[in-house]
């Protein structure tokens, strides 16, 4: 009788730690694109999972949304951090970590590219257009850096707070593409001479991706960490390394 009783309590503590956490618990890194420096978020997400317990191991390369997508479905990892939840995306999802916006800015005195219609339209065409030379701000996005009509405009930077409207100030380029995050951060006078064009690069909450085979009692925990995380915003997204803005729940994802 003994036996068996431990033999149940044996059990038990083992299906308690699968569900603490998942025996792999696989990602891709989150670097910059074409290169091997971590993002904001792919440092976010290795914090987040060290403080839950279960750290993350990594998946070599460093491919685009659709193959990390591929390789979720197909089992062959465990998650993806930072993914918006679609009608097409039929994962497992986390609570939202955030909010993830990037917008075309341009100075207020120049109202002519709010006629921009599309992407690489003609009238995007003769605006000289400052991208991010690094970091990933969804596929299509990734597409202008290569539309033959549109990238001889691109300047590729690496983005900083202030730097990138200084050079809309300076009349170095037309259109810049930046993070709300950044754009947040100016002083109010500083915000007031620009504007926000209605052509949405990213937009939308970011949630945590799972796999099917995640036992949901772990993505519950996992929930419970955010939900904490989210009362503290100065400890879940550390002072000067604002990796995404509160999430709202009235936002759209459509990346």
């Not at 999802?93 to 992407?119: E, M, T």
């Not at 949901?216 to 604002?242: C, D, E, M």
Request: with cysteine; glycine share 6%; net charge positive.
């Amino acid at each position: 009788m003994s036996k068996l009783l431990l033999s149940g309590l044996f059990t038990t503590s083992l299906l308690a730690t699968a569900a603490e956490c998942p025996p792999q618990l696989r990602t891709f890194h989150l670097f910059e694109r074409q290169s091997t420096a971590p993002t904001c978020v792919d440092q976010w997400q290795q914090a987040f999972f060290n403080e839950l317990g279960c750290p993350l191991s990594f998946v070599e390369g460093n491919p685009g949304t659709t193959v990390r997508e591929q390789k979720l479905r197909a089992g062959e990892i465990e998650l993806v951090t930072g993914l918006a939840q679609t009608a097409q995306r039929t994962f497992q999802f986390s609570k939202p970590i955030g909010s993830n916006n990037v917008y075309f800015y341009r100075l207020k005195s120049a109202p002519q590219w709010d006629n921009i219609g599309d992407w690489c339209d003609t009238v995007m065409q003769q605006a000289r257009i400052l991208v991010p030379a690094q970091g990933y701000f969804g596929e299509t996005l990734e597409k202008l850096r290569q539309y033959p009509n549109c990238s001889k405009w691109l300047i590729p930077y690496s983005h900083t707070t202030v730097q990138p409207f200084d050079l809309l100030d300076k009349g170095r380029t037309d259109l810049m593409v930046s993070a709300e995050r950044h754009f947040a951060a100016l002083p109010a006078e500083r915000r007031a001479q620009y504007q926000q064009l209605k052509l949405v690069v990213v937009e939308g909450e970011v949630h945590i991706a799972f796999a099917a085979h995640v036992a949901p009692a772990f993505i519950k925990r996992v929930n419970q960490h955010i939900a904490k995380g989210l009362q503290n915003p100065a400890t879940f997204h550390p002072k000067g390394k604002s990796c995404l803005l509160p999430p709202q729940s009235s936002a759209t994802a459509v990346h």
